[in-house]
């Protein structure tokens, strides 16, 4: 039977445009997609948009628009960055406010509610709009929310549906015991691990209608929608079309059951990529959402960390916002992949700023790679009496495991060591001398090093696949390729 990987974003919340955080994500979650079915793999990859929510409601509200009208702007937008971005093309892209994540997301609360992990109560809560999550004590730094200092913290009373989070705690610390790589890296694991030792409070899943009618209504009371995150978090199920109802044999047609056991019951699992914000929801929430409802957890959680510009917090007012869309029209699609694959830190805080990307656009990439692309392939072209043909097939080993453990950078690595270690075996070997001396050798040389070109190539194209092509395509034609990249003042 083929492998199979079931790999998706977060879903971003469209209160805003596409910006350069989502953009890494979805590059980081893209090379994993597009690796595993270099190897072979069967792979369904997910993303779309998060659409309900206070925030959202009242961003329409501000705007003059029906929230309909406002989200399904913002969906072209982030629909619209995927080519850009050179993501995959078949790509699911999934709204929740399609109508079938409705359905699925109204199916989950039932089967939650049935197995009796939902109750009502009056409380009173603080609420931070900005993270569109309830605040305890000890999140908060001097009674605001540390991620959004600016924003007041609202005291709420109301009448809400909870999700008996408390009853997880246990099964949450054994899954976590059961999978030291459930969550990566492992330093988020010991965080979450550590959250949940401290005890999890119910946490609420309802909003008053008269309050915020801006959500799925909760199937079983009218009065209420669904809490924005409790309805989003069922994207990665609904996707897959849970609950998938058995049709009927007198209707005919295939079974929906069969594509949850396909991707999720016989894969393990979503890999999940998120954001180091998102540790709490997708890690401890949504697992024991899931179990919740009687269905097994994530296969692994994904967390990067934060992109900050001059070591701050990218934000309008500062000025510092880097448009993901801007680089590539500067640079190219590929000159952004490799940047976030390579120069950006996979799970820590990192660092993005037009002056370092700059500097590795010319380094890495337009004396790097391409220059040694360039050299090999036009003394092939001259020397050579016709195209090699490329041998090694496979990735190398090291390549194989830094992806396995969601290292990008390291298996990045590998690739610009390879063009290091041909950058010297020119040097030392000298083929363009060598070839009014001794024309067999050098021959020989310029097929070897075509060779190391062509295993570059490969483990390119998950990361820089146009680049790749074009480099195989040289190769094929043995010819030189116009420069992969040209440098840029
Ligand atoms: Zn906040």
């Given at each position: 039977?083929?492998?199979r990987?079931?790999i998706?974003?977060t879903?971003?919340?469209v209160?805003a445009?596409p910006?350069i955080?989502?953009?890494v994500e979805i590059?980081?979650a893209d090379i ?5 079915r ?6 369904f ?5 998060d659409e ?5 409601y009242?961003?329409?509200?501000e705007?003059g628009l ?7 702007q913002?969906?072209e937008?982030f629909?619209?960055?995927l080519?850009p971005?050179?993501i995959?093309?078949d790509?699911n892209?999934v709204?929740t406010?399609?109508?079938?994540h ?8 039932r089967?939650?509610d049935q197995?009796g992990f939902?109750?009502?109560?009056n409380y ?5 709009i900005?993270c569109e ?7 908060l730094v001097n009674?605001k929310c540390?991620?959004?200092?600016n924003l007041?913290?609202e005291l ?7 999700f008996?989070?408390p009853a ?9 015991k059961?999978r030291?790589d ?6 988020r694991?010991k ?8 005890g999890?409070?119910?946490?609420s899943?309802?909003r008053l ?6 959500g799925?209504?909760v199937?079983t009371?009218?009065e209420?929608?669904?809490y924005?995150w409790f309805?989003a978090?069922?994207?990665y ?5 849970w ?5 009927a044999?007198?209707?005919?047609g295939p079974n929906?059951l069969d594509n ?9 699992g979503?890999i999940?990529y ?6 709490r929801q ?12 009687g269905?097994?957890?994530?296969k692994?959680i994904?967390?990067d960390?934060?992109i900050t510009?001059?070591g ?9 916002v880097?448009?993901?869309?801007e680089?590539?029209e500067?640079y190219?699609?590929?000159a952004?992949?490799y940047f976030?694959?390579g120069?950006?830190a996979m799970?820590e805080?990192?660092d993005f700023t037009?002056?370092r990307?700059?500097e590795a656009y ?5 004396n790097?790679l ?5 050299r090999?392939?036009k003394?092939a072209?001259?020397y050579l009496a ?7 097939k496979?990735f190398?080993?090291?390549y194989?495991k ?5 290292e990008?950078?390291?298996?990045v690595?590998?690739v610009w060591?390879?063009?290091s ?9 000298q083929?363009?001398?060598l ?7 050098a ?16 483990m390119l194209?998950?990361i820089?696949?146009?680049t790749?092509e ?20």
């Amino acid at each position: 039977m083929k492998e199979r990987t079931y790999i998706t974003t977060t879903l971003p919340y469209v209160n805003a445009e596409p910006h350069i955080g989502f953009a890494v994500e979805i590059i980081r979650a893209d090379i994993i997609a597009r690796y595993r079915r270099a190897l072979g793999e069967e792979v369904f990859f997910n993303t779309g948009t998060d659409e309900h929510g206070q925030k959202i409601y009242q961003k329409a509200l501000e705007l003059g628009l029906e929230p309909q009208a406002y989200v399904d702007q913002l969906a072209e937008k982030f629909k619209a960055i995927l080519k850009p971005l050179g993501i995959s093309e078949d790509i699911n892209f999934v709204r929740t406010t399609d109508p079938a994540h409705i359905a699925s997301a109204q199916a989950f609360w039932r089967t939650c509610d049935q197995n009796g992990f939902i109750y009502k109560k009056n409380y009173q809560t603080k609420y931070c709009i900005g993270c569109e999550l309830e605040k305890t004590d000890s999140e908060l730094v001097n009674g605001k929310c540390p991620d959004h200092p600016n924003l007041a913290i609202e005291l709420r009373d109301e009448e809400n549906y909870f999700f008996k989070f408390p009853a997880f705690g246990d099964k949450l610390l054994a899954l976590y015991k059961e999978r030291p790589d459930f969550v990566i890296p492992a330093e988020r694991q010991k965080e979450i691990k550590a959250l949940v030792e401290r005890g999890l409070q119910d946490f609420s899943i309802s909003r008053l209608k008269t309050k915020m009618p801006w959500g799925i209504a909760v199937p079983t009371d009218p009065e209420h929608v669904m809490y924005v995150w409790f309805d989003a978090l069922v994207n990665y199920i609904s996707v897959l079309s849970w609950p998938c109802l058995a049709r009927a044999e007198s209707e005919g047609g295939p079974n929906d059951l069969d594509n949850f056991n396909h991707w999720w019951l016989e894969t393990g699992g979503a890999i999940q990529y998120c954001g180091k914000d998102n540790l709490r929801q997708q890690t401890a929430m949504w697992q024991a959402m899931l179990m919740a409802a009687g269905l097994s957890p994530s296969k692994q959680i994904v967390i990067d960390g934060f992109i900050t510009s001059g070591g701050q917090k990218m934000s309008k007012s500062l000025g510092n916002v880097i448009n993901p869309l801007e680089v590539v029209e500067k640079y190219d699609t590929d000159a952004l992949r490799y940047f976030v694959a390579g120069e950006l830190a996979m799970f820590e805080d990192s660092d993005f700023t037009w002056e370092r990307f700059h500097e590795a656009y010319n380094a890495k990439l337009a004396n790097g790679l391409g220059n040694l692309v360039s050299r090999v392939m036009k003394m092939a072209e001259n020397y050579l009496a016709g195209p090699v043909e490329i041998t090694k097939k496979e990735f190398p080993a090291d390549y194989v495991k830094f992806l396995s453990e969601f290292e990008i950078g390291k298996a990045v690595d590998i690739v610009w060591q390879k063009i290091s270690t041909l950058d010297l075996k020119i040097q030392q070997t000298q083929p363009f001398k060598l070839i009014k001396e001794n024309k067999e050798e050098a021959v020989k040389i310029v097929t070897e090093l075509v060779q190391g070109v062509g295993e570059i190539a490969k483990m390119l194209e998950p990361i820089m696949s146009t680049t790749a092509e074009k480099i195989n395509q040289a190769i094929a034609n043995n010819k030189m390729p116009a420069p992969l990249f040209v440098r840029k003042d």
